[in-house]
């Protein structure tokens, strides 16, 4: 059986991810985890050995956090589609993005497209800032502040220009890769 307050410890990492462990106690001291965060990691991990000796209850409690998993990129992507009201066709056409590689992202709910098939994406949907950020985060992506590249789209959403040619045409000038596949 699982001591109860370090099932409240491990319950509590799980659901911040792992960001938040200011207020968390671990189980059998009366310390709070006032530490610099390089030491709160090895205080919080050697209390998960201390308190969980099988892997058996570890893997089950790493499994639960798995089948709670957020919407992958191809789920994110049929959905915003729905909610725009576009069709599937209108939608890669938008992208410049081929129909055989829609098809292949459509079936493939894990798929992982490349970075500027997911950039094309988000200006097809006419994604706000925010939305983007999102969109692209479910891909494994980020908008830089260093890459000219993610300077120029971050620009262009924030301008509401959403034509795919028209940024291919400011990429082109600036010597910069193409967006699509």
Excluded: W
Excluded at 30 to 40: I, Q, V
Excluded at 50 to 74: C, H, I, Q, Y
Excluded at 160 to 171: A, F, G
Aim: aromatic letters at 10%; hydrophobic letters at 40%.
């Amino acid at each position: 059986m699982i001591d109860p307050a370090f099932k409240a410890c491990l319950l509590r990492y799980i659901s911040s991810r792992g960001e938040d462990f200011q207020r968390a106690e671990l189980p059998g001291t009366d310390t709070r985890l006032h530490l610099e965060p390089e030491f709160r990691f090895e205080r919080v991990h050697t209390c998960f050995q201390k308190a969980v000796s099988p892997k058996g209850r570890v893997l089950d409690a790493l499994k639960k956090a798995v089948r709670s998993r957020d919407e992958s990129f191809t789920e994110a992507l049929v959905r915003l589609i729905r909610e725009k009201g576009m069709s599937h066709a209108e939608c890669y056409r938008r992208a410049g993005i081929d129909r055989k590689l829609f098809s292949k992202i459509q079936k493939d709910v894990h798929y992982r497209p490349s970075r500027k098939t997911a950039f094309a994406f988000a200006l097809a949907l006419e994604l706000n800032e925010e939305e983007a950020r999102e969109f692209l985060a479910r891909a494994g992506y980020a908008l830089s502040k260093s890459d000219a590249f993610d300077l120029v789209i971050e620009y262009c959403i924030r301008a509401k220009i959403y034509d795919v040619m028209l940024i291919n045409e400011y990429l082109l000038e600036l010597d910069l890769p193409l967006l699509g596949a």
